[in-house]
C-alpha cells in the first residue's frame, strides 16, 4: 500500500481506530467498512488523501451530532486537515445485547 | 448515496466486498466540525424504542407477513432484530417519515394512544438525530387481549 504526504500509513489507521473506539459517544467501531493492511484489517476507518472516514456503532445517550463533534475534537490532529466524515451504522440501545462488533 | 427508497427496499446486511457503506441509505447531516451520515436501522431502532415505551402499546410488528415491516428481514440470520420489528423509516438528508405496525392492549384509546406515540417518536428522532420528521404512520394491526393469548400452551390431540 503506497504512503502518501497526508500518511495514510499503518500506524495512522490504528490511531485513528484507536482514537475512535475510545470516545464515549462510540460503543465500537463498526464492520461496515475498513482498511487493509499486510496480515490483518482495520474496522470502521477508511483514509484517504483528503478525507477519513470513520464507521461507528453509536451508544444512544448524546445526539449524534455531538458524537460527531466528539470525534471531530478528538481527531483534530492526527486528521492533520482532512475532512471528516463519520457514519453511524448502527447503535446500541438501552437493554441491547451487543453482539460481536467489528471483527 | 442512494436517492429513491421504496417500502419494499432490501436492507444492507453489512459490508459488501468493496466496503462501501455509500451503499446504504444514508443521511448526511453537516456540522461545523464534520459531516454525519446515519444508517436507516439507527433511525428505525431510535423510534421503535420510542413506540414501545407508551403504555399501551403491546409489541410492534407481527402484522402477518408485511413486507414493508421486516418480517422478510427477521428471518435473515444476523439480518433482522426484535428492536426495529415493526418499524420501517424512509429517510433523506434533512427529514425522516415513519411507518409503524403496532399491538395495542386492549381497553386503549386509540386515538390518545396514537398522538402520544408521534410525540414520543418525533421528540426521540429530533433530539438524538436533528432530522425533521415529517410523518409517523401508524396500523393497529390487532388487539392483544388477556386470557385468550395464543401463545398460552394448548393440548395438542396428537404426538
Known amino acids: ?103 | 448515496m442512494t436517492s429513491a427508497v421504496s417500502a419494499n427496499k432490501t436492507p444492507a446486511l453489512g459490508s459488501d466486498s468493496t466496503g462501501s457503506a455509500l451503499e446504504t441509505t444514508e443521511t448526511v447531516l453537516v456540522t461545523t466540525h464534520g459531516k454525519t451520515s446515519i444508517a436507516d436501522v439507527v433511525v428505525e431502532k431510535i423510534a421503535g424504542l420510542a413506540a414501545r415505551e407508551i403504555t399501551g402499546v403491546y409489541k410492534l410488528g407481527g402484522g402477518g407477513g408485511s413486507r414493508a415491516f421486516g418480517a422478510i428481514r427477521e428471518k435473515i440470520p444476523g439480518g433482522g432484530s426484535g428492536l426495529t420489528a415493526g418499524v420501517e423509516v424512509e429517510v433523506g438528508a434533512r427529514q425522516t417519515a415513519v411507518d409503524l405496525d403496532i399491538v395495542v392492549e386492549y381497553g386503549v384509546e386509540i386515538g390518545e394512544l396514537t398522538k402520544a406515540i408521534r410525540r414520543n417518536v418525533i421528540s426521540a428522532i429530533e433530539r438524538m438525530t436533528t432530522l425533521e420528521v415529517t410523518e409517523v404512520n401508524i396500523v393497529v394491526h390487532d388487539v392483544h387481549v388477556p386470557n385468550q393469548d395464543s401463545d398460552e400452551p394448548v393440548d395438542s390431540r396428537v404426538e
Open chain 1, 1 to 103: 500500500m503506497p504512503t502518501d504526504p497526508a500518511g495514510s500509513s499503518a500506524a495512522d489507521i490504528d490511531a485513528i481506530g484507536g482514537i475512535v473506539a475510545s470516545c464515549p459517544g462510540v460503543a465500537s467501531l463498526s464492520a461496515a467498512a475498513r482498511s487493509y493492511l499486510p496480515g490483518r484489517t482495520v474496522p470502521g476507518v477508511s483514509v484517504d488523501t483528503d478525507r477519513v472516514d470513520v464507521f461507528v456503532v453509536a451508544q444512544y445517550q448524546d445526539p449524534l451530532t455531538r458524537v460527531t463533534e466528539q470525534l471531530a475534537e478528538a481527531l483534530a490532529e492526527v486528521l492533520a486537515g482532512r475532512a471528516l466524515y463519520v457514519h453511524i451504522e448502527d447503535i446500541v440501545m438501552p437493554g441491547e445485547q451487543v453482539l460481536d462488533p467489528a471483527g
